[in-house]
């Protein structure tokens, strides 16, 4: 990755106990502030999108869940391509249909 230039200076509010809080586990693994945010900021601009675990947990799962299937879909048809099939007689057979 490219060095970043700071060249700018960006101030937002936020609760005070939240931030000593992340400062300390920032610190713990030794980062600083200036240094995740600035991270964060470059996911953001690489991605072309927020981390949607950042805003919502509901989607969080949502994307998995998706991801999860398009990979179980996606098998299915490498399986399909490959001949690995079985009759429909015998797939309703075995779930009583």
């Known amino acids: 990755m490219a ?3 700071k060249d700018t200076q960006f101030n937002f509010r936020t609760n005070s106990a939240l931030l000593e809080s992340a400062k300390q586990i920032v610190s ?3 980062y600083d502030m200036t240094t995740i945010m600035n991270q964060l900021l470059q996911k953001i601009v690489e ?7 950042l805003i919502d947990e509901k989607a969080k799962r949502r994307e998995m869940i998706i991801d999860e299937l398009f990979t179980e879909l996606q098998k299915g048809y490498d399986d399909y391509k490959a001949g690995r099939t079985k009759p429909a007689d015998e797939v309703f057979k075995k779930y009583g249909l």
């Open 3 to 5: 060095t970043v230039i």
């Open 47 to 53: 991605k072309q999108s927020v981390p949607i675990e």
């Open 28 to 30: 713990k693994e030794n």
